[in-house]
């Protein structure tokens, strides 16, 4: 059987901005690629849409895109979905989509979300602690999946489902999580998953929700992230590969991948600077730009970010940095994201400075006693009496006794 594989098209991603038709553009090719492949079925591992309640606009995205799966050359499998309570038959159109809902689309207990809406028009199949049995011929395909869940429950919600393999299937896993092996340790998102938590038995164990695409062996397994169709932010490890849609062979156990023909190409860069002017910074900015503009393949518009990172020259702050006529020059060519983080060199001299003083600081009333001494000698008192007998008395409010001091030390 040839399984067509895809995940994460954020339908209605960058609303009103110049990428508002990406999202529809880039899944629309990657449905036409699998239809073209002869898929017997196509699983699709979440994050179809990009808000939990998507827009009217989204909506007809949706139903245009999986028309392309409904009108395609019907595929000749029987599909049976096996929930909790019983098991029932899948109709379908052209070629099936079976589905996980991503993080994106998840909603709280007792609401529905997005894709049970398309399963109830009978535009997909969508599972989730549950699975599908695909046939075709003598051929029996084990179709589980779950749901994308907040990634602090996704540990314990994969032990309460504890999905078992079916012997004599090829069985296949799909989830919509993160994983403690692909995050790093500076990354905003947090994982509860591990590798090792997943059931053993799987010929195959897809994963949504990471952008970027991998192919893994994990014993007789292959663990496989589809990665998105679409950019939706740019980091490094989604730039270093285009997008496209992956056909596993169940048969060969032979997995291929099919680049989506046009879309847009995607840059990054992370320039490191020392005590740098920042007529430097942008000058290395914009020659990086405008080498990836000479490797853009695509004539879509490219993904550049550019990152500066370091310090700049003793003088110098971050504001003194501005993109502005960099944005200005390459507005029609490219879509930019420009970033700064400099460390401030004064800053962090100044508060080695006032950690210094920290640790010498002296109290507020030693201070006060060494400013009260300097004044007397600047008066006819000079050392008369006992300072800092006077200072005690006034800092303990006796101001009649320091008043008799004070006299009897002038007729003395």
């Given amino acids: 059987m040839r399984l067509g594989i895809f995940s994460d098209t954020h339908l209605g991603f960058s609303a009103n901005s110049k990428r508002s038709g990406d999202a529809l553009f880039n899944a629309r090719q990657a449905l036409e690629l699998l239809a073209r492949e002869e898929c017997d079925c196509i699983l699709m591992a979440g994050d179809f849409f990009n808000e939990e309640i998507p827009s009217q606009e989204a909506w007809h995205d949706a139903f245009e895109l999986l028309a392309v799966a409904n009108s395609a050359k019907k595929s000749i499998v029987k599909i049976s979905v096996q929930g909790r309570e019983k098991t029932s038959e899948f109709s379908f159109e052209g070629v099936p989509v079976i589905a996980i809902h991503g993080t994106h689309e998840h909603r709280p207990k007792?609401?529905?979300?997005?894709?049970?809406?398309?399963?109830?028009?009978?535009?997909?199949?969508?599972?989730?602690?549950?699975?599908?049995?695909?046939?075709?011929?003598?051929?029996?395909?084990?179709?589980?999946?779950?749901?994308?869940?907040?990634?602090?429950?996704?540990?314990?919600?994969?032990?309460?489902?504890?999905?078992?393999?079916?012997e004599g299937c090829f069985n296949a896993l799909m989830l919509h999580q993160?994983?403690?092996?692909?995050?790093?340790?500076?990354?905003?998102?947090?994982?509860?998953?591990?590798?090792?938590?997943?059931?053993?038995?799987?010929?195959?164990?897809?994963?949504?929700?990471?952008?970027?695409?991998?192919?893994?062996?994990?014993?007789?397994?292959?663990?496989?992230l589809p990665g998105s169709t679409l950019t939706t932010q740019l980091k490094s490890s989604e730039c270093q590969k285009p997008k496209g849609v992956f056909v596993f062979d169940t048969l060969s156990r032979s997995l291929s991948f099919s680049e989506i023909p046009e879309q847009r190409c995607s840059f990054y860069a992370k320039l490191k600077f020392d005590n740098a002017k920042p007529s430097a910074v942008l000058q290395k900015a914009e020659e990086a730009i405008a080498g990836f503009l000479e490797s853009n393949s695509s004539a879509l518009e490219p993904l550049i970010r550019v990152k500066c990172v370091g310090s700049l020259e003793k003088g110098f702050s971050q504001s003194d940095v501005s993109f502005a006529e960099i944005e200005k020059k390459f507005s029609a060519k490219a879509l930019l994201s420009l970033d700064r983080s400099f460390d401030d060199n004064d800053f962090r001299k100044t508060i080695a400075e006032l950690r210094e003083l920290q640790a010498e600081k002296k109290s507020v009333s030693k201070l006060g006693l060494e400013i009260l001494q300097k004044k007397l000698l600047e008066t006819s008192f000079g050392n008369a009496f006992d300072v800092e007998k006077v200072f005690e008395l006034l800092d303990e409010g006796k101001t009649e006794e320091v008043e008799r001091l004070l006299k009897a030390s002038l007729k003395n």
């Avoid at 609401?111 to 029996?140: F, M, P, T």
Wanted: hydrophobic share 45%.
């Fill in 110 to 166: 007792g609401s529905r979300n997005a894709l049970e809406v398309l399963q109830r028009a009978g535009a997909l199949l969508h599972l989730h602690a549950s699975k599908a049995i695909v046939e075709k011929g003598s051929e029996r395909v084990c179709v589980f999946g779950l749901g994308g869940v907040p990634e602090k429950y996704a540990k314990d919600a994969l032990k309460a489902w504890a999905p078992k393999a079916v």
């Fill in 178 to 224: 993160s994983f403690t092996e692909f995050l790093p340790f500076d990354d905003e998102m947090t994982a509860t998953l591990s590798l090792e938590d997943l059931p053993k038995g799987f010929d195959l164990v897809i994963n949504g929700h990471l952008h970027w695409s991998l192919e893994k062996k994990l014993g007789n397994s292959i663990f496989l």
